[in-house]
T-cell receptor, first 116, second 113 residues
């Protein structure tokens, strides 16, 4: 079964410092990996995806993620954190759900707090 | 702007009283999903439609039903809500079942009293 793990429930970082939110994956075949962000009482917003190609993927709001096949990781990064980046971040993997259909399987989420 | 709209944003219902949540989209996507998200947890897929083809997750309770009368609209019906059904319900769309990114609505927060 396809799955992702987010080992940290919460990450705290000072404003202006680099941030990393960790994600590891377990898939058979080539992974399709995603990062989403959720602000309080809102739906999920797509940040970026890895399908194939360059291991460094650039996304919205200055975020990027590095795909590492040997470590089965897909960590989310940003060079300089903003207070407005404080939110819940979900890593997700595409999983086959049968009958030609696919779905997203989400990690449990990591709460990012950026401290002014 | 093309988008996914959910109504209402907040819904309060009584224990056992049927409730319907609504989702509409202007993206013309052929796949629509319903997720349940409990507090600070990952979204859990309940079911999805590929056009009119309905796909139910194996562990989705029978209490949850869905209708998709046309491409733009999809409804989630909870026939007899229990206290454990209080959650955020998220609607999402995508272009094909191969799932590139999904586009989410803002969610409906359901409270059961």
């Amino acid at each position: 079964a396809q799955s992702v793990a987010q080992p940290e429930d919460q990450v705290n970082v000072a404003e202006g410092n680099p941030l990393t939110v960790k994600c590891t994956y377990s898939v058979s075949g080539n992974p399709y990996l995603f990062w989403y962000v959720q602000y309080p009482n809102r739906g999920l917003q797509f940040l970026l995806k890895y399908i194939t190609g360059d291991n460094l993927v650039k996304g919205s709001y200055g975020f990027e993620a590095e795909f590492n096949k040997s470590q089965t990781s897909f960590h989310l990064k940003k060079p300089s954190a903003l207070v407005s980046d404080s939110a819940l971040y979900f890593c997700a993997v595409r999983a086959y759900s049968g009958a030609g259909s696919y779905q997203l399987t989400f990690g449990k989420g990591t709460k990012l707090s950026v401290i002014p | 702007d093309a988008m996914v709209i959910q109504n209402p944003r907040y819904q309060v219902t009584q224990f056992g009283k049927p409730v319907t949540l609504s989702c509409s989209q202007t993206l013309n996507h052929n796949v629509m999903y319903w997720y349940q998200q409990k507090s600070s947890q990952a979204p859990k897929l309940l079911f999805h439609y590929y056009d009119k083809d309905f796909n139910n997750e194996a562990d989705t309770p029978d209490n949850f039903q869905s209708r998709r009368p046309n491409t733009s609209f999809c409804f989630l019906d909870i026939r007899s809500p229990g206290l454990g059904d209080a959650a955020m319900y998220l609607c999402a769309t995508s272009t094909t079942t191969s799932v590139r990114e999904q586009y989410f609505g803002p969610g409906t927060r359901l409270t059961v009293t």
